[in-house]
T-cell receptor, first 112, second 111 residues
């Protein structure tokens, strides 16, 4: 079974803190994604990576950065957390060219 | 910007009934997918239909695609309480790398 794991299920941080969210997949997928999910807005793509050290901005990259040093690991970084970044963060991975994405369980981040 | 928009936003039915959810999108697509999300969890891929396909089945799921109307429907037959979840359509545009998700339909199946 494909497994995508995320470092935390729940996280509480303070405004201005630097936050790291980690995602690891075990299926040798080239593509990895970070989304945020907010009520009524569906999933919005933050960043996408199609290979090690390669990244593309999604629809809402402002306030975020990413790191992909190894194929199986994709990190999302909030440089200086703000309250409007309180959200559910979902990581996903896939092979290129296929539609199917495999999702992690999500991290619910609260920024106070 | 959102590509897929699901309708209805919420649906409540009795166990054993069929549930139909619709999705509309705006641009040319390569494929359309449906995902399920149980409360507070990640999404699980259900089914993918390519732009040159009109209908696809998987167990109790039936998906149709009408590219002329830019719409798709997901039918769950003989629903069960365990089908209670949010359902999302997602489109992969022609020539793009992104998969764009709609806001979802919340399905509640009463036992």
């Amino acid at each position: 079974d494909v497994k995508v794991t995320q470092s935390s299920r729940y996280l509480v941080k303070r405004t201005g803190e630097k936050v790291f969210l980690e995602c690891v997949q075990d299926m040798d997928h080239e593509n990895m994604f970070w989304y945020r999910q907010d009520p009524g807005l569906g999933l919005r793509l933050i960043y996408f990576s199609y290979d090690v050290k390669m990244k593309e901005k999604g629809d809402i990259p402002e306030g975020y950065s990413v790191s992909r040093e190894k194929k199986e690991r994709f990190s999302l970084i909030l440089e200086s957390a703000s309250t409007n970044q309180t959200s559910m963060y979902l990581c996903a991975s896939s092979f290129p060219g296929t539609g199917e994405q495999f999702f992690g369980p999500g991290t619910r981040l609260t920024v106070l | 910007s959102q590509q897929g928009e699901e309708d209805p936003q919420a649906l409540s039915i009795q166990e054993g009934e069929n549930a139909t959810m619709n999705c509309s999108y705006k641009t040319s697509i390569n494929n359309l997918q449906w995902y399920r999300q149980n409360s507070g969890r990640g999404l699980v891929h259900l089914i993918l239909i390519r732009s040159n396909e009109r209908e696809k089945h998987s167990g109790r799921l039936r998906v149709t695609l009408d590219t002329s109307k830019k719409s798709s429907s997901l039918l769950i037959t003989a629903s069960r309480a365990a089908d209670t979840a949010s359902y999302f359509c997602a489109t992969k545009n022609t020539g793009g790398f992104k998969t764009i998700f709609g806001a979802g339909t919340r399905l509640f199946v009463k036992a």
